[in-house]
């Protein structure tokens, strides 16, 4: 079979999304399919500049809501006229990954099957591109439900967003978790010391890693808040964060504020490559997602991650999470925004490395026996077949 996976969003980016269409494209091709990718960032570089974000910026500004409409529309009238091109005429489907990929790919005369990694409108809300209750609000909205009906099939990444699109649209969904590429994410912890040499990161320190987005909904503040107990209790404890994004000054400030500034890295941007690396030399993983305007974490790619790699994990209760971690048997969920909580789970973990590390070990045989990348494709392909025979 010929797939071509397509996204408004830039590819290869920083984030969960390029992630899981580079994974998806391994397991696919190990089953013997043909996967092309198609991105924004395939589009000219400067009509990505001047008519997609550049007028989105400025309309923003004067109308919170209205830039957002403008690029989202923009992006997926670039996307069809770039599946216009004759070497796309022998692709037998397109799997979208976003509702406006979904548009651009059936208006242009595809087979679209939708996979579905959050809720558009939502999101908007959450980062302040869209004023909640706004006329720009349910124009997204809509955009969401007729990528929903156009599409032969929809696949959700956990129970919820199926849950979610059954109600609002009548729509049911395939859901598929997420995953991950269980050959490169695994136990490497005997190259610790390797790896923070490499990283000029020290031996002597007990690192907690968040491998998170710099944003609201990742709940990464709450890490640096939860944190002041646990440096007087273990003084060498280190947070290092991975991600960038704009609550990257408030982090900042707020661990001035706390004294704990010199016990924080926040690293920028990490290459995805490098992050199986950086899992390898963490003592425990940190995945503190909150509820923000109505988001909540999907099937954490970030969690998966972690427990593939043999690294005890921390996760917050919400979405996603509280379907891939069991509590006290292959990690700790705490309540979101639990302060208190979130610091007592880092300080028990501390305090008990052999319970982190049979945490560790149920972790990954949990990832190599539900969540492989080659599963994941045996259920993508069965989807993908299914949406065929609707000719």
């Not at 390898?280 to 995945?287: C, F, N, P, T």
């Not at 209760?317 to 990690?331: M, N, Q, S």
Request: glycine share 8%; net charge neutral.
């Amino acid at each position: 079979m010929k797939i071509l996976l397509l996204s408004i969003y830039d590819y290869p980016h920083v984030g969960g999304l390029s992630t899981h269409i580079t994974t998806l494209k391994s397991g696919l091709e190990s089953r013997g399919h043909e996967v092309s990718i198609l991105s924004f960032s395939d589009v000219p570089k400067w009509k990505r500049d001047l008519i997609a974000r550049g007028p989105s910026m400025m309309l923003n500004k004067m109308k919170l809501g209205a830039g957002y409409v403008w690029t989202l529309k923009r992006r997926a009238d670039f996307m069809k006229e770039l599946l216009k091109d004759s070497k796309f005429k022998d692709i037998d489907l397109v799997n979208a990954q976003d509702v406006m990929s979904a548009k651009a790919a059936t208006e242009a005369g595809f087979a679209v099957v939708t996979t579905v990694h959050g809720y558009m409108t939502f999101e908007g809300i959450s980062k302040g591109s869209v004023a909640e209750n706004s006329v720009y609000a349910d124009q997204i909205k809509q955009f969401e439900h007729n990528g929903y009906k156009m599409s032969r099939e929809v696949i959700t990444v956990d129970t919820r967003i199926k849950d979610y699109i059954k109600t609002e649209t009548g729509v049911t969904g395939n859901m598929i978790k997420n995953f991950i590429d269980v050959e490169d994410f695994k136990p490497e912890t005997e190259r610790r010391a390797e790896f923070r040499k490499q990283f000029n990161l020290s031996m002597a320190d007990k690192i907690f890693f968040i491998p998170r987005r710099l944003t609201k909904k990742n709940g990464v503040i709450y890490p640096i808040l939860s944190f002041p107990p646990v440096v007087e209790r273990f003084p060498q404890a280190r947070l290092v964060f991975a991600g960038t994004g704009e609550m990257m000054e408030d982090m900042k400030k707020k661990a001035r504020e706390l004294g704990v500034e010199d016990r924080v890295t926040m690293l920028g941007a990490v290459d995805h490559k490098d992050m199986i690396r950086y899992y390898a030399l963490s003592d425990i993983v940190l995945v503190p997602s909150i509820y923000s305007a109505g988001v909540e974490e999907a099937t954490s790619i970030s969690a998966l991650e972690a427990m593939g790699s043999g690294v005890p994990l921390i996760a917050c209760a919400v979405g996603g999470l509280k379907e891939i971690v069991e509590h006290g048997e292959d990690g700790l969920l705490v309540e979101e925004k639990n302060v208190e909580e979130l610091s007592d789970a880092m300080i028990r973990l501390l305090a008990n490395p052999e319970e982190g590390a049979r945490l560790a070990k149920a972790g990954r045989t949990k990832i190599t026996e539900e969540y492989s990348h080659f599963a994941a494709a045996e259920k993508y392909e069965s989807i993908y077949m299914k949406a065929l025979a609707q000719r």
